[in-house]
């Protein structure tokens, strides 16, 4: 029991050289060598009121993802396209450090680095999302709600999103045959209706350095370690992606 | 016309009149938080998180305060929500909810602090504000805040007629009455009502009667949640236990 | 500013007032009504301008303006016009209020009061407000302003907003192939809002974990309250909707009795709200 306490008031008082003992043996705290991720698991089709939704847990960390798809204008500059909107939300809920107000600056990256990724052509092509070419196209909202911030939540998210999408029904829109005879908005049928093209599946890891490369860091491994970059990876092996936030070394470009 | 209740009785989801959609509860699966909780009656699910008591904010009374933050989801209804600045429901939702507890938690135990709720809503499919109490009842246990009893909340309406319990959005979309009422059950005492659209006042009391019974047959079922979280938690406590 | 606190005497002093009773043993609060008694009801109308309407109970004073402006519909909802509802409270009405910033959790009640028994409750019609579906419609704002908060704002407000609605008229329209023309009222005589049913509110506080109810509680009342019920009927015997405040803790029975005895109670608001409309 001593050893215990002791245990405890050394990793309060000092993480760091806590986290170096264990990696001196190839182990982490959790049990985890330094290239095993944490157990995933994901479920799609969760909220059913919505065109398709994902929850991803990764550890501790758990996401929703929720995908609504709406009418809208396509954009003043291209007739053609429709609209993909993601936003990830850091609620309080799902840690202590967030409370509310104005959205954390972790929530801005996070939607920024999810709309690189899903937003691009090479993802998804806009095209698809066009009803009636300069009159109508759909929006396709992405919300992430990060539901436990324990670590990593940024590979949670790109699953999410990814999982997400593949479950989505684009629904069939009826359309008359001669369009100027279309008062108002089309009726749609959700029943009927098809998947939406996409163009390749990705997938995200996350590296941490603390005195070592760490894999899918958790939350105190994110708050100790001196640098961390994501990498994008396709289908096809090749990446889409890297982003490294924070202050870094140049010498951590292991992935 | 649509129709909600068949000429067997049943209801769009195949339940009868007076029985609650099926509930699924999950207590103290957040470890950041002092207590959380999740609640899901048919398909409305709601997370509910408590921290404290703690520091209290403000001007420092002789009782706790309790406040509530309550979000929803920009996916959890039918139509997507814009997430605002001030969400004028939210912000009325959540102080309904404080101040439903204001009545359940012993505050007189808690001098100058104050308890901090937070609700999330993954999808709204009906009754929203009667499953966050429920959730957040679970999630004050498990943060141990002294309660005088339980709080369960249940919806009751009337359609073609008949009084049902625990509407879902479809059956809320025939525009009756919706009435929410938050019940401490030992003593069947009324801590919150809410009613939304019209009901003759003679069909009053038989509406609240239905909400009450709702409330009080959900005890044992938040009993249970409760029941299940302390035994997977005795074996952490140690051999002294 | 920072809300005068209560101080103990005081608070004793209304308590035994309400334990004793008058004379013939029937409780006298100490403005002299007894538990179900309201106090004066009055509602005034603008003269100058369509909508505008005061309603008093009491010393608690609230002043409605409606206004009304043409808007593009919703989307999906082609056919119906806008009806938005505001409550400010401002400083003149307590200093426990500031001016400006954010809506305080006070005025998000009412707020909130007013669209549950309007909005929810179905009072207006929402199609009647249609010009031209999908491309024009009537946005109506109900704006309330509490003057003077003397306890019961929910009440005064919703009297407020009701005897400015029926006193609203929005201008003419006529139209003419693909032309909608707005005539002024001296063209046209203007026509009132389609008003399904009429409700108002009725707030009960309760007192000794809901031994004792008193109708229409003044400010100092409401401060030593355990909580309170607002209860909003209209004149078909209809509830529209029912909200409680904090610290409610009542009997089944006891919140049953609340709600039957509104029926008789908003009869007095009515009353004084017919007397402002003499033709109606």
């Not at chain 1, 196209?137 to 324990?150: E, F, G, K, M, R």
């Not at chain 1, 684009?170 to 001669?178: G, T």
């Amino acid at each position: 029991m001593a050893d215990e306490i002791a245990a405890e008031t050394f990793k309060k008082v000092y993480p760091r050289e806590f986290y170096s003992r264990f990696l001196e043996h190839n182990v982490r705290p959790d049990g985890r060598s330094r290239e095993d991720p944490r157990p995933c698991a994901i479920a799609p089709g969760t909220i059913t009121s919505s065109d398709g939704s994902c929850l991803v847990t990764l550890g501790k960390t758990s996401v929703v993802c929720g995908i609504k798809l709406e009418f809208a204008d396509p954009p003043l500059d291209n007739d053609n396209v429709g609209w993909i909107v993601p936003t990830v939300t850091l609620p309080p809920l799902c840690s202590d450090r967030f409370t509310p107000g104005p959205p954390p600056a972790e929530a801005q990256r996070l939607s920024e680095f999810i709309t690189d990724i899903f937003c691009s052509d090479t993802m998804l092509d806009k095209h698809d999302l066009c009803i009636i070419p300069g009159k109508l196209s759909w929006a396709l909202y992405l919300d992430i709600q990060c539901v436990n911030y324990d670590g990593n939540v940024v590979d949670a998210c790109v699953l999410a999103a990814m999982a997400a999408l593949q479950s989505v029904t684009l629904p069939k829109v009826e359309l008359p045959s001669d369009l100027s005879d279309l008062e108002g908005l089309p009726s749609i049928d959700r029943s009927a209706g098809h998947a939406l093209n996409l163009k390749r599946t990705v997938t995200s890891c996350t590296f941490a350095v603390l005195d070592d490369v760490l894999t899918d860091p958790c939350l105190e491994e994110e708050d100790l370690c001196s640098a961390s970059m994501t990498v994008v990876v396709d289908d096809a092996g090749s990446i889409c992606s890297m982003c490294s936030p924070g202050d870094s070394n140049a010498e951590d470009t292991r992935a | 016309m649509p129709e909600y209740i068949s000429v067997e009785g049943l209801r769009e989801d195949g339940r009868r009149a007076n029985e609650l959609r099926r509930v699924e509860a999950n207590v103290g699966m957040f470890p950041h938080a002092d207590g959380s909780a999740y609640f899901q009656q048919g398909d409305t699910k709601v997370v509910a998180i408590v921290n404290g008591p703690k520091q209290g904010v403000g001007k420092a009374g002789d009782a706790g305060k309790v406040v509530c933050d309550f979000e929803m989801a920009a996916f959890s209804t039918t139509q997507r929500r814009k997430p605002l600045r001030l969400d004028r429901k939210n912000a009325e939702l959540g102080s309904k909810i404080a101040s439903t507890f204001e009545s359940a938690i012993m505050t007189d135990l808690y001098p100058r602090s104050q308890i901090e709720i937070s609700v999330q809503v993954l999808q709204a499919d009906g009754g929203v504000l009667a499953v966050a109490i429920n959730a957040v009842t679970l999630a004050l246990m498990d943060a141990g805040v002294a309660m005088t009893d339980f709080v369960c909340a249940c919806t009751a309406s009337v359609i073609d007629g008949t009084n049902v319990l625990d509407i879902n959005h479809y059956e809320a979309s025939a525009q009756g009455p919706e009435l929410t009422i938050a019940v401490l059950p030992s003593s069947s005492t009324i801590v919150m009502a809410e009613m939304k659209s019209r009901v003759h006042g003679d069909l009053y009391a038989g509406l609240q009667d239905l909400a009450i019974v709702g409330g009080t047959t959900l005890l044992p079922l938040l009993k249970k949640a409760v029941h299940d979280r302390t035994r997977a938690m005795l074996p952490c406590l140690g051999p002294a236990a | 500013m920072r809300e005068r606190l209560l101080t103990t005497c005081e608070r004793e002093f209304i308590h035994n007032v309400m334990k004793e009773g008058g004379e013939d043993g029937e409780l006298v609060r100490l403005d002299g009504r007894g538990k179900s008694e309201m106090r004066r009801v009055l509602v005034t109308l603008g003269r100058q301008q369509y909508g505008q309407a005061t309603a008093s109970i009491g010393n608690t004073q609230a002043i409605c303006r409606v206004s009304c402006s043409i808007v593009r519909p919703h989307e999906d909802r082609p056919t119906k016009g806008f009806v938005r509802y505001g409550v400010t409270l401002s400083p003149m009405a307590s200093p426990d209020y500031d001016a400006g910033g954010r809506p305080s959790a006070a005025s998000i009640y009412l707020t909130r009061l007013l669209e549950h028994i309007f909005r929810e409750a179905r009072a207006l019609d929402d199609e009647s407000l249609c010009i031209v579906a999908g491309e024009k419609v009537w946005a109506v704002s109900v704006n309330v302003t509490v003057t003077n908060d003397d306890g019961n704002m929910e009440d005064a407000c919703a009297l407020a907003a009701l005897a400015g609605l029926m006193h609203f008229r929005r201008p003419y329209v006529s139209i003419a192939g693909q032309d909608v023309v707005v005539h002024p009222f001296d063209e046209h005589e203007p026509v009132s809002l389609a008003i399904n049913h009429r409700p108002l509110n009725v707030t009960t506080a309760l007192f000794d974990n809901g031994d004792l109810a008193l109708v229409d509680p003044t400010k100092i009342e409401l401060k030593v309250a355990d909580g309170s019920i607002s209860v909003a009927m209209n004149t078909h015997g209809e509830i529209c909707g029912i909200n409680s405040s904090e610290g409610l803790a009542v009997d089944p029975e006891q919140m049953e009795a609340i709600v039957a005895a509104t029926k008789h109670r908003v009869t007095h608001l009515f009353t004084a709200l017919n007397k402002a409309f003499p033709k109606e």
